[in-house]
């Protein structure tokens, strides 16, 4: 029996898109970004930059956490970089 934390009416509308027009990035659902499979979210904080992505349709995913300052603009072009790679990789899978 699979265990699911949320209720299934959360889920969907933490899917959902919850703005009225898209933006350039696509939809905004709550805290994540929707764009079509794709389900994402980043941050960064002093010190540590983040990245979360969901391909539903190719049911794979990752969560890259990085100890980097995302305000240097060197080091945020790396972690983009970075994140870029893990992507393809991902998606090769």
Known sequence: MEAQALNPTVVTAL???QTILPTPEGDI???W???GDIVSH????????TN?????REKFGYVLL????ADNEQ???AFQAINGLVRQFAEQQ
């Open 75 to 77: 080091v945020a072009a």
């Open 42 to 49: 980043d941050g960064s904080d002093p010190g540590v930059a």
């Open 29 to 31: 659902g709550y805290f």
């Open 15 to 17: 899917l959902t898109p």
């Open 66 to 69: 990085s100890n980097a300052d």
């Open 52 to 56: 979360v992505l969901l391909n539903r």
């Open 33 to 35: 970004q929707l764009d």
